[in-house]
């Protein structure tokens, strides 16, 4: 017997893929609802070959179902996702809104399963941020070999990260820049098109200088990972459409080679390495749109460091960075059998 799904958010970048990945994984779904904002009822949304029309979330009676996978942002979630809780399913929400509360586990399968079980307090499960994800897939397998001091990150994310604005405004300034000039920004801002912004999110409200965005890793790699981990970070926008990409420089507490670093990469789940040394031989955010894995490569010895590694780190930031790590704490329940199946009304 299958479970009873819910996808709120449904007509969404994140939210459709999530529809995509359920049906990919054959996860055990008896019946599946879409829903959204009043305003896209009626919407059409697929489901493997199933046609599925947009309900409203204001009025969809949550405990009719088993699991929600929600992902339609911060305030939303907010104000939804305790309602959803105490109605009896599990909320596996996309949002920041959770992700930093105590009473609700921030989880990344590959690295932090055990911690899913505290989800009862709540009922709410948090996804990660996508850079986050693809950042700790990798370190996870180089922490437990050799202990890692600290972590300087650079990050290259692609526009769909901003949702349909974003990947709207690349492609309306690209197209415009060879015809009648590029379009004033409008959700970035500085000009997306063949260039390159620093600054994801908006800037804190202290004296940090750090963006939001920046200020989210080191955050939850202190949660998930290990709260003694120094993380210095700094985040870019490029015009990409999809594939987060991050150059990584980790320093170790304890001596670790390149070779050793590649042959615990290459065991652990979740992970594709790829690192020739020669033209080419690495993962581009391109190469790796629609896979599931955290992609490494360019993997090499710090010499400036006495026990250090520089990595090249991709991955889908719509699939692993989002969709397919909602799917996978979904999956984990399951698997632990830890979702309460309920009656239908």
């Known amino acids: 017997m299958g479970y009873r799904v819910a996808v709120v958010g449904a007509t969404g ?48 009676d949550f405990s009719t179902v088993d ?9 939303v979630s907010k104000e939804w996702s305790p309602k959803i809780g105490k109605a009896g399913p599990v909320v596996i929400d996309n949002s920041s809104a959770w992700r930093m509360d105590p009473d609700v586990p921030l989880i990344i399968p590959e690295v932090n399963p055990d911690a899913v079980v505290g989800f009862t307090k709540k009922n ?25 001091k600290r972590v300087v990150v650079s990050t290259y994310q692609s526009v769909s990260g901003s949702g349909k604005a974003g990947m ?3 492609w309306d300034q690209t197209k415009g820049v060879f015809v009648l000039g590029a379009p004033e920004p409008k959700k970035y801002p500085k000009q997306i098109a063949f260039n390159v912004i620093p600054q994801c999110d908006d800037f804190l409200d202290d004296d940090s200088g750090e963006t939001k965005e920046e200020r989210k890793m080191p955050d939850e790699t202190h949660k998930i990972l290990d709260p003694a981990i ?49 033209d080419g031989g690495y993962a581009t955010a391109k190469d790796i749109q629609g896979e599931f894995p955290v992609h490494v490569s360019r993997i090499r010895n710090d010499p400036t460091l006495k026990h250090g590694l520089s990595l090249w780190v991709v991955s889908d930031n719509l699939r692993k960075g989002a969709a397919l790590n909602a799917v996978q704490i979904a999956e984990l329940l399951h698997e632990r059998g830890l979702i309460k199946q309920r009656l239908p009304a």
């Open 230 to 278: 120094l993380v210095s970070v700094t985040c870019v926008r490029v015009p990409v459409f999809v594939g987060h990409s991050l150059s990584v420089n980790v320093e170790f507490e304890n001596a670790i080679s390149d070779e050793e670093a590649r042959e615990a990469l290459r065991d652990a789940p979740g992970v594709v390495v790829i690192d020739k040394r020669e």
């Open 168 to 170: 709207d405004e690349l």
């Open 13 to 60: 970048n994140v939210g459709r893929e999530m529809f995509n990945i359920l049906e990919e994984v054959n996860f055990p779904v008896d019946k599946i609802h879409a829903i959204a904002s009043r305003k896209s009822i009626g919407v059409e949304v697929s489901f493997g070959e199933k046609i599925l029309k947009c309900e409203d979330l204001a009025q969809f």
């Open 124 to 148: 709410i499960i948090a996804n990660p941020n996508c850079t986050t994800m693809g950042l700790l897939v990798a370190l996870k397998p180089l922490h437990d070999l050799a202990k890692i």
């Open 67 to 75: 699991i929600v996978l929600m992902s339609a942002g911060g305030e």
